[in-house]
């Protein structure tokens, strides 16, 4: 049904268009009319275009506390960043045939870019002509050569690295070890995300661009470098940088908070009280099984507030957060608070399509694996796009064009972006290893892969191994499967994290459908104080399935390990030949309490620069005081 206060809004804009209209035809000054004429006629068609999309907007599902001003607001920059975005995609795409090609256009625009820099010079940028020169003349490199580099962009030096703006040192998330500064603008991630939003209004036909999403953000800190450079997450965000945020729910200031807790009850208060929420933006599959746990212990809370049209007086925020939400918030909505009540008194199975019956998609990132267990319980009937292949360092470094296809995710490389290259993984640990372009790769084939990118950033090596799975057209299509620095290899076994994980969940196949797994990773034993052998030594946190609070009886730490070394055992023949000659001890799991790993969090971002909406739980354990945090959490707890 039309929206009756756009199309009388519409009805108001047309007439005033009319009246307009005929002031610029007929006017008896004619000694005015070249004066006059023009701009009365430009004032006609720009109100009769406000009408044409006001009676537009009747049409649409559009969140009802959105007034006329901000509806037309939320139409002029929700449809500019998809006309911008789709021209992103369409170049994107016009690589494909041809990715070689982009790829060695791409170089020289980068060579001639920063072939004067300070850098470009030192490693005669200017020399290299191709792709193969490129290869030939500039090293493969790890972050040790760049780091005096962007100490000195931190220090507010021109022309260091590249002749590009740099705003902002991006922090890598240190997942696997001490994090790196990279050098960025403040927009870089928004364009990418405008790249995504095209793609999905593709793949989502019903999903309606006047409609809002949820973004779930907890805002990274930002400090300055001594030259006033931003050194903060990828993510983080500035008072100047929400604005424009109309198409997001909850409105800028929300997107400011920093504390994880007082962002989730925003989140939810502002998208709870639309039941026309269209998709949502939760960087990480585990952010969702968080959001959806918060929801299940706060939803009283947060059914008085929306009834009410208050904001919880607990909630530590900045004064000013708290007012500017307080005006977006507006009056209370008893109506709605009972819909929340009685969908949130029925449990958490398929709560978010329950809650919000118009959401077509959850855009994210899975790479704790938990796509499948989501979309069968909180998220039963949404589609869950893991929409890109992410990383600070370049990003996206691909595109999931296929979302509703089963298992891991595919994503295409994005060649007008980044360079690539490839190491196949036989030779990952030769000094200098041989090196691939992006038509000279194999399907079937597992490479480290190798970066170079605009800002100053040449042949990197950041960690991540990937298989191609298959070519779009003629530009690969990967698959993310570890980072070399999440290899278990106690005596040179080299036991990946795809083994890990298999072996873990097939072990917990002894109780299925009793118990659900919440978080799961490995340390190897020389990290575990105390030990004198050499294992793996797991920690599980485990969720009953079945509505009890006790795991089942005979769910313990002795019949775990020994389930999880069968499952390794069985997908990995060098680990099995090592355990046959005793260098290596059978595995060793550990059950842990609840909430153990929402503290080795805490420990990780109280030691690093990186965010909440940016930390990605290692799978590998690479630090004793982490290791020594987790034994202090499990069941069985060992100082």
Known sequence: MANAKYVLAGLLFTSIAFGLGTCAIVTPFEGLMYVFIPSAGFAALLTLFFGVVCFFISTQRIAKHHSTFSALRLFSIKYHRLYVGSRRLREMRGTFKNPRDAQERLLRDIIEQNKDTDYGRRFKLGEIATLDDFRNKHPLCDYDQYENFVKRVSKGEKNVMTTEKVTRLVTTSGTTGKSKLIPQDEYFVDKMFSTIEA???????????????????????????????????????????????????????????????????????????????????ILFTPTIVALTQFLEENWRDLVKDIAEGSINADLKLNPEIRDSLQKSLGSGDPQRAKEVEYECEKGSDGIMKRLWPHMEFISTIDIAGLRTSLANSVAKGITIHCSM???????????????FEEGPAEYVLNPPLLIYEFIKEDDMDKPNPSTYFIDEVEAGQRYELVLSQRYGIYRFRFGDVIEVSGFYQNCPKVRVLYRKASLLNLVGEKVDQIVVKEAVMSALTKWQGLVSLLNYCVAESIMIPGSTSLYYNFFLELKSATGDKALPEDLTDEVLSQEIERGICERHSFYLNFRATSQITPAKANITLPGAFDELREYILSQSDASRAQFKMPLKLRNKEHAKVMMQHSINKID
């Open 199 to 281: 793609l999905q209004q593709e793949l989502f036909p019903n999903f309606n661009p006047l409609q809002s999403m949820l973004k779930v953000h907890a805002n990274g800190a930002i400090r300055r470098g001594e030259g006033g450079v931003a050194i903060c997450p990828a993510t983080a965000l500035e008072p100047f940088m929400v604005k424009n945020f109309d198409m997001y729910t909850p409105p800028g200031a929300g997107q400011l908070i920093g504390s994880l807790q007082e962002a989730f009850y925003i989140d939810l208060l502002f998208a709870l009280r639309d039941k026309d929420l269209g998709s949502a933006l």
């Open 389 to 403: 292949y992410p990383s600070s360092e370049g990003c996206p470094l691909g595109i999931n064009f296929w979302p």
